[in-house]
């Protein structure tokens, strides 16, 4: 495993409905990386995601990747700099 560092995912999602569980379960395979998520639903049909990690860089790359092959899903991500 290489160095650890922290990244941003953000998530846009339209119709939440249709996609959480397979986002979720995305998410989920994840978990030993995620160190928080928070989640803002508009009445429009649409839903933003934020989830902070702390993990090797190619494992936050998948994790993004996967979340982006979703369709309905729009993903960008933010890696820091510095390692742990």
Do not use: C, H, W
């Not at 339209?14 to 009445?43: A, C, H, L, M, W």
Request: aromatic share 8%.
């Amino acid at each position: 495993m290489g160095d650890r560092k922290i990244a941003f995912i953000g998530a846009i999602i339209e119709d939440p409905e249709r996609v959480q569980r397979e986002f979720n379960s995305v998410v989920s395979s994840y978990k030993s990386i995620v160190r928080g998520r928070s989640g803002t639903p508009f009445p429009e049909g649409v839903a933003v995601i934020s989830i902070v990690v702390m993990g090797d860089v190619d494992i936050i790359n998948a994790f993004t990747g996967r979340l982006g092959q979703i369709a309905g899903v729009q993903v960008k991500s933010a890696i820091s700099k510095k390692t742990f």
